[in-house]
């Protein structure tokens, strides 16, 4: 099994609501990643966890909570958006953070409309 | 900092061409290089993975070189097919960034009929 599966694929959502992203993969990776991409732009790095363990935060606002309950799963829970952070949102995963000559695995993204 | 560029931004070729496709990079210092394959709206495919102590990688139509002292790599797509329509980007891991790859902005490519 290579895939990484995300869900939903696509969430609208209003500015006061709370929902949450799910992402899932079953190849024992241990690192994974949440890209947040707006559209005709490359992926933007959010955030890291590394051995179910927050190891990149790139300085993204408190309305994105990120979650990692075992080495499979990772969540990102939703809160008081705003419409510019409608975009799609992708999750990765890795053998090893950094690793040399490991591929990233991608999910097919969860496409974020806020209102 | 690594920053990435790719040129053309677009670009369109009748189908049977090879198709190149540029990628650069200012800092040398990379563990490995990766090209990624998107459709719309969907997530990156990964196509391939060049280290730094390599100098190519091939996978079937698909061939991707590197070369560090000039900061480029170049993705070879031979005999273009229009299922190869989709945006290639690149994305270089440097040995100081603790796993965080930098995207280039991606060529948008259309291979018709």
């Known amino acids: 099994d290579t895939e990484v599966t995300q869900t939903p694929k696509h969430l609208v959502m209003g500015m006061t609501n709370k929902k949450s992203l799910k992402c899932e993969q079953h190849?024992?990776?241990?690192?994974m990643y949440w890209y947040k991409q707006k559209a005709k732009k490359p992926p933007e790095l959010m955030f890291v966890?590394?051995?179910?363990?927050?190891?990149i935060n790139e300085s993204v606002p408190s309305r994105f909570s990120p979650e990692c309950p075992n080495s499979s799963l990772l969540n990102l829970h939703l809160h008081a958006l705003q419409p510019e952070d409608s975009a799609l949102y992708l999750c990765?995963?890795?053998?090893?953070?950094?690793?040399?000559?490991?591929?990233?695995?991608f999910g097919s993204g969860t496409q974020l409309s806020v209102l | 900092k690594q920053e990435v560029t790719q040129i053309p931004a677009a670009l369109s070729v009748p189908e049977g061409e090879n198709l190149v496709l540029n990628c650069s990079f200012t800092?040398?210092?990379?563990?490995?290089l990766q090209w990624f394959r998107q459709d719309p709206g969907k997530g990156l495919t990964s196509l391939l993975l060049?280290?730094?102590?390599?100098r190519e990688q091939t996978s079937g139509r698909l061939n991707a070189s590197l070369d560090k002292s000039s900061g480029r790599s170049t993705l070879y797509i031979a005999a273009s097919q229009p299922g190869d329509s989709a945006t290639y980007l690149c994305?270089?891991?440097?040995?100081?960034?603790?796993?965080?790859?930098?995207f280039g902005a991606g060529t948008q490519v259309v291979v018709t009929p």
């Open positions: 990765a995963s890795s053998q090893e953070q950094g690793a040399l000559s490991e591929k990233l695995f």
């Open positions: 994305a270089a891991l440097t040995t100081d960034s603790w796993g965080k790859l930098q």
């Open positions: 190849m024992g990776h241990r690192a």
């Open positions: 060049i280290q730094s102590s390599q």
């Open positions: 800092d040398s210092a990379i563990y490995n």
């Open positions: 966890y590394s051995y179910e363990k927050l190891s």
